[in-house]
């Protein structure tokens, strides 16, 4: 079982940043793609941006591209999404996830990803 935990959201004007970050703990080994999904208000689910664990290969909605980066610490066991140039239509709850599958799709589907954090909300005005 993993469980984590994300961190950083909060309110930011249009063209500013934020640094989301999500702690794994727990059966950490069974996991081979993390990802940051996020929804907002009377939207479905998007995966904006996805990482292989163990070759750290990278995905991007092309909604977030050239904007976000995602990034690993893994002897922190921690996955980060850097914002930047943020718009109010990024506005929505982050969500962090964890993947045990041998591969998963692009863009990243929730289906795919059976352990999720509580959510982040990140705010733009």
């Known amino acids: 079982h993993v469980q984590l935990v994300e961190s950083g959201g909060g309110s930011v004007q249009a063209g500013g940043s934020l640094r989301l970050s999500c702690a794994a703990s727990g059966h950490t080994y069974n996991y081979n793609f993390m990802a940051w999904f996020r929804q907002a208000p009377g939207k479905e689910h998007e995966g904006v941006a996805a990482?292989?664990?163990?070759?750290?290969?990278?995905y991007y909605a092309d909604s977030v591209k050239g904007r976000f980066t995602i990034s690993q610490d893994i002897a922190k066991r921690t996955v980060y999404l850097q914002m930047n140039s943020l718009k109010p239509e990024d506005t929505a709850m982050y969500y962090c996830?964890?993947?045990?599958?041998?591969?998963?799709?692009?863009?990243?589907?929730?289906?795919?990803?059976?352990?999720w954090g509580q959510g982040t909300q990140v705010t733009v005005s």
């Open positions: 996830a964890a993947s045990s599958f041998s591969y998963i799709r692009a863009p990243p589907q929730r289906g795919d990803f059976g352990y």
């Open positions: 990482i292989s664990t163990d070759y750290g290969s990278t």
